[in-house]
């Protein structure tokens, strides 16, 4: 079943939005000693790779 490429770039658009919220005022050393932010980034970059590959 083929999905709505709209749909797709609205789940890469709101992905990339939470990534940014995730991040927000983190340092890189924050980031790297935060394993919760870093598993979120993590999964929100493979939803927007799925919807990339499915475009």
Request: aromatic content about 6%; proline content about 2%; charged content about 35%.
């Amino acid at each position: 079943m083929l999905a709505d490429p709209r749909v797709l770039l609205s789940d890469i658009d709101q992905a990339g939005a939470d990534i940014e919220r995730f991040i927000e005022g983190m340092d890189r050393g924050a980031y790297a000693d935060d394993a919760l932010t870093q598993a979120a980034v993590e999964r929100k970059f493979e939803i927007i790779g799925e919807a990339l590959n499915r475009l």
